[in-house]
Protein backbone atom coordinates (compact mmCIF):
# COMPACT_ATOMS: atom_id res chain seq x y z
CA UNK A 1 0.00 0.00 0.00
CA UNK A 2 1.29 3.42 -0.69
CA UNK A 3 0.82 6.49 1.57
CA UNK A 4 2.07 10.01 1.63
CA UNK A 5 3.31 10.86 5.06
CA UNK A 6 2.06 13.90 6.85
CA UNK A 7 4.93 14.31 8.87
CA UNK A 8 8.72 12.95 9.62
CA UNK A 9 8.71 9.48 10.84
CA UNK A 10 12.34 7.83 11.54
CA UNK A 11 12.63 4.53 10.04
CA UNK A 12 10.01 4.92 7.65
CA UNK A 13 10.36 8.38 5.52
CA UNK A 14 10.09 11.56 6.20
CA UNK A 15 6.99 14.23 5.71
CA UNK A 16 5.74 14.24 2.07
CA UNK A 17 7.57 11.16 1.24
CA UNK A 18 5.80 8.34 -0.74
CA UNK A 19 6.24 5.18 0.67
CA UNK A 20 5.31 1.52 0.73
CA UNK A 21 4.04 -0.43 4.21
CA UNK A 22 1.87 -2.83 4.87
CA UNK A 23 -1.89 -2.62 4.91
CA UNK A 24 -2.21 -3.45 8.56
CA UNK A 25 0.45 -0.72 9.79
CA UNK A 26 -1.42 1.95 6.81
CA UNK A 27 -4.95 1.51 7.49
CA UNK A 28 -4.85 0.48 11.32
CA UNK A 29 -2.03 2.54 12.37
CA UNK A 30 -1.33 5.90 10.45
CA UNK A 31 -3.89 6.96 8.60
CA UNK A 32 -5.95 7.26 11.61
CA UNK A 33 -3.35 8.53 13.74
CA UNK A 34 -3.13 11.46 11.17
CA UNK A 35 0.73 10.62 10.44
CA UNK A 36 -0.56 9.75 6.47
CA UNK A 37 -2.97 9.75 3.83
CA UNK A 38 -3.29 7.18 1.26
CA UNK A 39 -1.36 8.14 -1.93
CA UNK A 40 -4.05 8.29 -4.86
CA UNK A 41 -3.58 9.99 -8.23
CA UNK A 42 -5.18 13.30 -6.99
CA UNK A 43 -3.33 13.06 -3.72
CA UNK A 44 0.20 13.15 -5.61
CA UNK A 45 -0.81 15.64 -8.01
CA UNK A 46 -1.64 17.56 -5.00
CA UNK A 47 1.32 16.80 -3.13
CA UNK A 48 3.33 17.89 -6.53
CA UNK A 49 2.13 21.60 -6.55
CA UNK A 50 2.40 21.64 -2.88
CA UNK A 51 6.06 20.95 -3.21
CA UNK A 52 6.75 23.19 -6.36
CA UNK A 53 5.30 26.02 -4.13
CA UNK A 54 7.30 25.24 -1.03
CA UNK A 55 10.45 24.77 -3.12
CA UNK A 56 12.16 28.44 -1.51
CA UNK A 57 10.79 27.05 1.92
CA UNK A 58 12.17 23.71 1.95
CA UNK A 59 15.69 25.13 1.27
CA UNK A 60 15.38 27.49 3.74
CA UNK A 61 14.55 24.26 6.15
CA UNK A 62 18.05 21.99 4.74
CA UNK A 63 20.40 25.21 5.32
CA UNK A 64 19.01 25.70 9.04
CA UNK A 65 19.35 22.27 9.50
CA UNK A 66 22.89 22.36 8.19
CA UNK A 67 23.64 25.19 10.51
CA UNK A 68 22.86 22.73 13.43
CA UNK A 69 24.79 20.27 12.25
CA UNK A 70 27.59 22.81 11.89
CA UNK A 71 27.45 23.22 15.55
CA UNK A 72 27.68 19.38 16.07
CA UNK A 73 30.74 18.88 14.11
CA UNK A 74 33.98 17.38 16.14
CA UNK A 75 31.46 16.70 19.44
CA UNK A 76 32.45 13.69 21.28
CA UNK A 77 30.52 12.76 23.93
CA UNK A 78 31.89 10.63 27.25
CA UNK A 79 29.37 9.52 29.40
CA UNK A 80 29.93 8.14 33.03
CA UNK A 81 27.42 5.33 34.31
CA UNK A 82 27.73 3.39 36.95
CA UNK A 83 28.69 -0.21 36.49
CA UNK A 84 28.52 -3.55 37.75
CA UNK A 85 31.56 -5.97 38.77
CA UNK A 86 30.39 -8.30 35.33
CA UNK A 87 31.01 -4.65 33.23
CA UNK A 88 27.05 -4.52 32.84
CA UNK A 89 25.67 -1.21 33.26
CA UNK A 90 23.03 -0.64 35.93
CA UNK A 91 20.45 0.77 33.47
CA UNK A 92 21.64 1.72 30.00
CA UNK A 93 22.43 4.85 27.94
CA UNK A 94 19.73 5.68 25.39
CA UNK A 95 19.04 8.95 22.88
CA UNK A 96 17.29 10.13 26.28
CA UNK A 97 21.09 10.50 27.83
CA UNK A 98 23.07 11.52 24.78
CA UNK A 99 20.08 14.93 24.60
CA UNK A 100 20.70 15.41 28.13
CA UNK A 101 24.51 15.31 28.00
CA UNK A 102 24.38 17.60 25.06
CA UNK A 103 22.30 19.95 26.00
CA UNK A 104 24.59 19.99 29.25
CA UNK A 105 27.04 21.64 26.60
CA UNK A 106 24.55 23.84 25.25
CA UNK A 107 23.58 21.96 22.65
CA UNK A 108 19.94 21.55 22.73
CA UNK A 109 18.85 18.55 21.02
CA UNK A 110 14.82 16.52 20.83
CA UNK A 111 15.58 13.22 22.32
CA UNK A 112 13.06 11.82 19.04
CA UNK A 113 15.57 12.88 16.19
CA UNK A 114 18.74 11.11 17.89
CA UNK A 115 18.98 7.48 16.60
CA UNK A 116 21.21 4.61 18.50
CA UNK A 117 21.07 1.25 20.20
CA UNK A 118 20.70 1.38 24.28
CA UNK A 119 24.15 1.17 25.30
CA UNK A 120 24.34 -1.93 28.31
CA UNK A 121 28.25 -2.10 28.20
CA UNK A 122 31.16 0.21 29.07
CA UNK A 123 32.78 0.78 25.16
CA UNK A 124 33.05 3.25 22.56
CA UNK A 125 29.40 3.78 19.94
CA UNK A 126 28.09 5.76 17.91
CA UNK A 127 24.45 8.27 18.07
CA UNK A 128 23.14 9.29 14.62
CA UNK A 129 21.02 12.85 14.85
CA UNK A 130 19.02 13.23 12.05
CA UNK A 131 18.13 17.33 11.43
CA UNK A 132 16.48 16.79 7.82
CA UNK A 133 16.23 14.01 5.27
CA UNK A 134 19.50 15.01 3.44
CA UNK A 135 21.40 16.36 6.78
CA UNK A 136 22.28 14.14 9.50
CA UNK A 137 25.20 13.89 11.87
CA UNK A 138 27.39 11.12 13.66
CA UNK A 139 28.73 11.35 17.05
CA UNK A 140 31.18 8.73 19.06
CA UNK A 141 29.75 7.97 21.79
CA UNK A 142 32.28 6.66 24.62
CA UNK A 143 30.80 5.02 27.89
CA UNK A 144 32.94 4.74 31.14
CA UNK A 145 32.45 3.40 33.89
CA UNK A 146 31.69 5.88 36.82
CA UNK A 147 32.22 3.43 39.51
CA UNK A 148 36.35 2.09 38.45
CA UNK A 149 38.78 2.37 41.11
CA UNK A 150 41.21 4.90 40.29
CA UNK A 151 45.28 3.92 41.23
CA UNK A 152 46.62 6.47 43.68
CA UNK A 153 49.80 8.08 42.05
CA UNK A 154 53.17 6.42 43.57
CA UNK A 155 53.90 9.61 45.78
CA UNK A 156 51.16 9.76 47.60
CA UNK A 157 50.31 5.97 48.90
CA UNK A 158 51.68 5.01 52.47
CA UNK A 159 53.64 2.51 53.90
CA UNK A 160 51.48 -0.58 55.11
CA UNK A 161 53.11 -3.30 57.28
CA UNK A 162 50.97 -6.27 56.99
CA UNK A 163 51.02 -7.96 60.71
CA UNK A 164 50.25 -11.74 60.66
CA UNK A 165 50.06 -12.31 64.34
CA UNK A 166 48.78 -8.84 65.83
CA UNK A 167 48.60 -10.66 69.56
CA UNK A 168 52.23 -11.06 69.31
CA UNK A 169 52.80 -7.55 68.19
CA UNK A 170 51.27 -6.34 71.01
CA UNK A 171 53.16 -8.40 73.83
CA UNK A 172 56.22 -6.80 71.90
CA UNK A 173 54.79 -3.35 71.94
CA UNK A 174 53.96 -3.99 76.04
CA UNK A 175 57.60 -5.36 76.91
CA UNK A 176 59.31 -2.46 75.16
CA UNK A 177 57.12 -0.22 77.13
CA UNK A 178 57.69 -2.07 80.74
CA UNK A 179 61.72 -1.71 79.36
CA UNK A 180 61.71 2.17 79.12
CA UNK A 181 59.73 2.38 82.62
CA UNK A 182 62.57 0.60 84.12
CA UNK A 183 65.74 2.43 83.17
CA UNK A 184 63.81 5.47 84.18
CA UNK A 185 63.17 4.40 87.54
CA UNK A 186 66.75 3.65 88.49
Known sequence: MEIILKEDIIGLGYKNDI???KKGYGRNYLIPAGKAVIA?????????????????????????????AAKLEGVALEIEAKVAATGQLYGSVNA???????????????RKIITMRDI??????E???????????????VVV????????PAEETEETTVVENPSATVETEVKA???????AEA
Open 40 to 68: SESAKKVLAENLRQQAHKLAALKAAAEER
Open 96 to 110: AKVAEVLAEKGIEID
Open 120 to 125: KQVGEY
Open 19 to 21: VTV
Open 177 to 183: AAEEETP
Open 145 to 152: AENAPVAA
Open 127 to 141: AVVHFHKEVEVRIPV
